[in-house]
């Protein structure tokens, strides 16, 4: 058999991000040496433990890193709120132009929550809106925050969307907005939106207002298959979205742009439970999964998903968050012995 190796980034993160980081790299590990596959992790630092070691909270370094590996996996980082310092999160983004957030939310086996079999994904805009960061204060009691929307921005993430469901058989595509009140600014991601979908009649093509689309996801979700919506409205829905399938520990995240991507378990850092064997890296496992079929590792990334898959349906050695009473260490080694 022969022997691929890939240089991917690694940002542990802080809180419990080293510690789902650690058992992420154990599986994939674990799982590549089965299908020939090696990682060359690249190692480093950002966000609160950067600034502590650095001064940094992006540390020039690991820029360099993501430009020369093209490929990141990052655990949950801790920004600090208010102050002036900008997600660490957006910041990445912003500079490799990740424009697009992909997060599939689909049910895992064994799991019992009010809504089985989700199977939905969801794409979103993820360098305009109003998380371009351009603010103003007009005087000390009145701020502005400006919602950028662009026809490059909006149409790009909308042919993601659709080549995506051509690849995979996706049956529709519904596109979130509120061009009721935005005329201009979501009237014009409207029209992008509707330009790309032009282009694939075998693709059914809705558009649903935002706040309804909040009620619809807890009524009926099952009429979604494909979210399509800009930055602000897709951080939003993506997580209640996760909610629907037992929280954001469960859920991948990737950022994808031409040049590099970033994969990340999209929940946060959770420093009450740091260090004391209780996280849950199933979210981060699911990226990497994500970041293997990226890289073209079809194998060992489907090897990886189904050991994750019948470590849920046994139930027997889950974290407690989804009701059991184990620990990373002991979840990540179960996955292992599945594989």
Known sequence: MSTRTHKITLIA???IGPEVSAATVSILEAAGKQTGCTFDWHRYDAGADAFAKTGEYIPKALYNSIEDTRVALKGPVTTPIGGGF?????TLRKKFDLYSNFRPVKSLPGLKTKFP?????IFRENTEDLYSGVEVMINPDLAQSFKIITTKGSTRI????????????????????????????DGLFLRCCKFVADKFPEITYAEHIVDNTCMQLVMNPWQYDIILTENLYGDILSDLCSG?????????????????????????????????????????LQSAVLMLHH????????????????????????????GGQSGTKAFAEAVIAAL
């Open 117 to 121: 079999d989700i199977d939905m994904v």
């Open 13 to 15: 993160g802080d809180g």
């Open 295 to 322: 890289i073209d590792e079809t194998d060992t990334a489907d090897n990886v998903q189904t050991a994750l898959e019948k470590v849920y349906a046994e139930g027997k050695t889950l974290t407690r968050d989804v």
């Open 158 to 185: 909308a042919q993601s969307a659709f080549d995506y469901a051509k690849k995979h058989n996706r049956k529709k595509v519904h596109a979130i907005h509120k061009a009721n009140i935005m005329k201009l600014s």
């Open 244 to 284: 629907l399938i037992g929280g954001l520990g469960l859920v991948p995240g990737a950022n994808l742009g031409t040049e590099c991507a970033i994969f990340e378990a999209v929940h946060g850092s959770a420093p009450d439970i740091a260090g004391q064997d209780k996280a849950n890296p199933t979210a981060l």
């Open 86 to 90: 900008s997600s660490i999160n957006v």
